[in-house]
């Protein structure tokens, strides 16, 4: 009998609601990496102006936390600054 | 020149080989030249798909590496004359392909083949990259999932940037395969409904494969499902679905299994 009993909402309208969220969270995400890279590029530019630096040397982490984020940068400076410098002998 | 498609998903499990299998041999079975390429090395599965394993010698990956030629590798199937299969690698680790050899690899394929169909591995790592970066179109594959369809909405992502078609200003053209559909279900609010998925994947229809029994039947067979079940419903799909690809214009509809009214009245068999 139970073929003839249907519950009046089925599950799918749950999943289309945790697919929602589920999306936005992947999309904050996504737009979180962005920021990052552009934080990275801006960074990079702004000291590469004063000194000479390697971009292999060159560390950009971030550590989220519930409501904010935590963004450590960590550049080698070389005492010789600018490779376009004169070297003294 | 042949077309390279990918067959993709994120998801493992959705499908991916099962309908590379059958686009290939639906599309093969039209008379035009198809190459069916397993890039899941170390879980190679389409040969047995295919019903090849026990033929596989060489592969996709000492091709790649140049220690055989590609005719050497290429498994003419047993039932259809112009498909053919390069299986991948059982023993060998993804990072034995490299890009370089891939392009080559495939560049062949695309000057022999009309069809060139790459079976992607399941994930977004290197070896799924790989399999969509010589592609001029993909297939993503999904279930009417929650799991399935976030999986497939972060590979549309990838396949906006990762393929060299989308690096070098081209845009690869992308189709959507929804499997595993229970229309029944979905008429009693307990499945995702197509434009359920479609509202969050919105890329065009490439078909509508209903769930069923005839896929693992064909699966045990060891043949395609558009070669082995060709009656059944789910075949008729992929049939739809590959002309589709080929540029046909057909209308999409749900395939409904032929059940007797007898069937109908005693209810749905179990899923």
């Known amino acids: 009998m139970n073929h003839f009993i249907q519950t009046p909402v089925g599950s799918a309208p749950v999943a289309r609601a945790r697919l929602q ?27 590469g102006r004063h000194a000479g630096i390697d971009a292999n040397k060159v560390h950009f982490m971030v550590v989220r936390g519930s409501t904010t984020a935590t963004l450590t940068v960590d550049i080698e400076i070389p005492f010789r600054v600018r490779p376009t410098d004169p070297v003294c002998v | 020149m042949g077309k390279v498609i990918v067959v993709t998903s994120g998801k493992g499990g959705v499908g991916k080989t099962t309908s590379t299998a059958a686009l290939g041999a639906a599309l093969a079975r ?98 799924a990259i790989l399999a969509m970066r010589f592609a001029d179109e993909a297939v993503v594959v999904v279930n009417p999932e929650v799991s399935s369809v976030r999986d497939s909405s972060r590979i549309l992502g990838l396949l906006d940037f990762k393929p060299l078609k989308a690096e070098t200003g081209g845009r690869l053209e992308r189709h959507l395969l929804i499997t595993r559909f ?36 064909a699966s045990n067979l060891g043949a395609p499902i558009t070669v082995c079940g060709r009656e059944s419903a789910v075949s008729r799909a992929y049939v739809d679905a590959a002309r589709r690809i080929n540029g046909e214009w057909i209308e999409m509809t749900v395939p409904c299994e032929n059940k007797s009214l007898l069937t109908k009245l005693l209810g749905r068999r179990a899923a």
Not at chain 2, 67 to 82: F, G, I, M, N, P
Not at chain 2, 88 to 110: F, M, N, P, W, Y
Not at chain 2, 200 to 215: A, F, H, K, N, W
Request: glycine residues 6%; proline residues 4%.
């Open chain 1, 21 to 47: 969220s589920l999306l936005e969270y992947d999309r904050s995400l996504i737009s979180h990496a962005d920021l990052l890279s552009v934080l990275r590029e801006e960074i990079f530019a702004l000291i």
């Open chain 2, 30 to 127: 039209g008379g035009q030249n198809v190459v069916v390429v397993d890039f899941d090395v170390g879980l190679r599965n389409l040969d047995l798909v295919m019903g090849a394993e026990r033929r596989v010698v060489f592969d996709l990956t000492n091709v790649v590496q140049g220690t055989v030629k590609l005719s050497q590798a290429l498994l003419l199937d047993e039932r259809l004359d112009t498909l053919y299969l390069l299986p991948a690698s059982r023993t060998r680790g993804k990072e034995a392909l490299t890009e370089d050899g891939v392009a080559r690899v495939i560049s062949e394929l695309r000057d022999q083949f009309d069809w060139v169909i790459c079976d992607s591995p399941a994930g977004i790592e290197r070896g």
């Open chain 2, 182 to 217: 229970d229309p029944a279900r979905v008429a009693c609010g307990e499945m995702l409904s197509v434009d359920d998925i479609r509202e969050v994947l919105p890329v065009p229809l490439l078909g509508i494969i209903p769930e069923s029994e005839d896929v693992l039947r």
